[in-house]
């Protein structure tokens, strides 16, 4: 919504300020299809040049991060923390053989099964039950399995922020490739300067607007865009770091609540549950999930 209202805000008082101290949109909306085909064009171009298909498929994705905001709310925080209090129950009360068929199939999983979102997360589900098959086999030392899971959230990490970064790297050819559209306007006039004064002020005018909509596009949209990109992946970032707190407050040979707790206080403050929440969200769970 913001993103929208922030929009509507740039191109009114950009465009707004200009109408008003007296400016003229016709030569910019003359100017304004080949200049955006110059610009625009060029921007694909370079864009597919320096990007792979996965990171290209991500910027299309990303644009729905954008606007739709962080992929995790609070209610998935709580689940989260739901699932992963039956998970480390069950293999603290009933042994590893007993969750092994949870961690081995999440997908017919009656407790993964509980919490639809998250099993729908394929790294959050992979990133759980990877973890809790290293424990059943016996790797126990929890700075050995902290560092694993460092090393696998960095690299996921790294890869989601790829597009952001394409993104990021858009938005600074921008207005280099407004001077292209510019320059090019400008060696039309040079090829038309036997033309009238007012002939080529209009021609160098639609050459300016090619300088004008790489700067306005760069600094006004695409680099906001990235920023907004990058921002959302560092906050769903959040939520696979609070599975490793439980997990490895759960090595330590925490019980089961509070290794929840400790994984509670790792929770960013805006999406953090109360402590009665929480345990009114344990208590909520029926007996025989628990």
């Given at each position: 919504?913001?993103?929208?209202?922030?929009?509507?805000?740039?191109?009114?008082?950009?465009?707004?300020?200009?109408?008003?101290?007296?400016?003229?949109?016709?030569?910019?909306?003359?100017?304004?299809?080949?200049?955006?085909?110059?610009?625009?064009?060029?921007?694909?171009?370079?864009?597919?040049?320096?990007?792979?298909?996965?990171?290209?498929?991500?910027?299309?994705?990303?644009?729905?991060?954008?606007?739709?905001?962080?992929?995790?709310?609070?209610?998935?925080?709580?689940?989260?923390?739901?699932?992963?209090?039956?998970?480390?129950?069950?293999?603290?009360?009933?042994?590893?053989?007993?969750?092994?068929?949870?961690?081995?199939?999440?997908?017919?999983?009656?407790?993964?099964?509980?919490?639809?979102?998250?099993?729908?997360?394929?790294?959050?589900?992979?990133?759980?039950?990877?973890?809790?098959?290293?424990?059943t086999m016996n790797l126990e030392d929890p700075?050995?399995?902290?560092?694993?899971?460092?090393?696998?959230?960095?690299?996921?990490?790294?890869?989601?922020?790829?597009?952001?970064?394409?993104?990021?790297?858009?938005?600074?050819?921008?207005?280099?490739?407004?001077?292209?559209?510019?320059?090019?306007?400008?060696?039309?006039?040079?090829?038309?300067?036997?033309?009238?004064?007012?002939?080529?002020?209009?021609?160098?005018?639609?050459?300016?607007?090619?300088?004008?909509?790489?700067?306005?596009?760069?600094?006004?949209?695409?680099?906001?865009?990235?920023?907004?990109?990058?921002?959302?992946?560092?906050?769903?970032?959040?939520?696979?770091?609070?599975?490793?707190?439980?997990?490895?407050?759960?090595?330590?040979?925490?019980?089961?609540?509070?290794?929840?707790?400790?994984?509670?206080?790792?929770?960013?403050?805006?999406?953090?549950?109360?402590?009665?929440?929480?345990?009114?969200?344990?208590?909520?769970?029926?007996?025989?999930?628990?």
């Amino acid at each position: 919504m913001f993103q929208i209202i922030g929009i509507v805000c740039l191109f009114a008082m950009v465009f707004g300020s200009y109408i008003i101290s007296g400016g003229n949109m016709a030569p910019i909306l003359h100017a304004l299809p080949h200049e955006m085909m110059a610009i625009g064009g060029a921007a694909v171009g370079a864009t597919l040049i320096s990007n792979s298909l996965t990171t290209l498929k991500g910027m299309g994705s990303g644009m729905g991060k954008v606007f739709g905001g962080p992929k995790w709310k609070a209610s998935d925080y709580r689940d989260l923390l739901s699932l992963l209090f039956l998970l480390t129950k069950t293999m603290k009360s009933k042994g590893v053989i007993a969750l092994e068929s949870h961690i081995e199939k999440p997908h017919d999983s009656t407790i993964f099964n509980r919490f639809p979102k998250i099993v729908k997360d394929h790294f959050a589900t992979d990133f759980i039950c990877d973890t809790l098959r290293m424990m059943t086999m016996n790797l126990e030392d929890p700075h050995q399995v902290e560092d694993a899971m460092e090393k696998q959230l960095e690299k996921h990490h790294h890869e989601a922020l790829h597009p952001a970064h394409a993104m990021a790297g858009l938005s600074d050819a921008l207005p280099a490739l407004g001077i292209v559209a510019a320059v090019l306007g400008v060696v039309k006039t040079m090829g038309s300067i036997t033309e009238p004064p007012e002939i080529l002020g209009e021609m160098i005018g639609g050459a300016l607007v090619g300088t004008f909509l790489g700067i306005l596009l760069s600094y006004g949209l695409v680099g906001p865009f990235a920023a907004r990109m990058s921002g959302v992946i560092e906050e769903d970032a959040a939520f696979y770091k609070i599975i490793q707190a439980v997990l490895i407050a759960h090595l330590h040979g925490n019980a089961a609540q509070i290794s929840v707790e400790i994984g509670r206080g790792n929770i960013p403050s805006t999406m953090q549950p109360s402590f009665l929440e929480m345990e009114e969200a344990l208590n909520n769970i029926p007996a025989e999930a628990a």
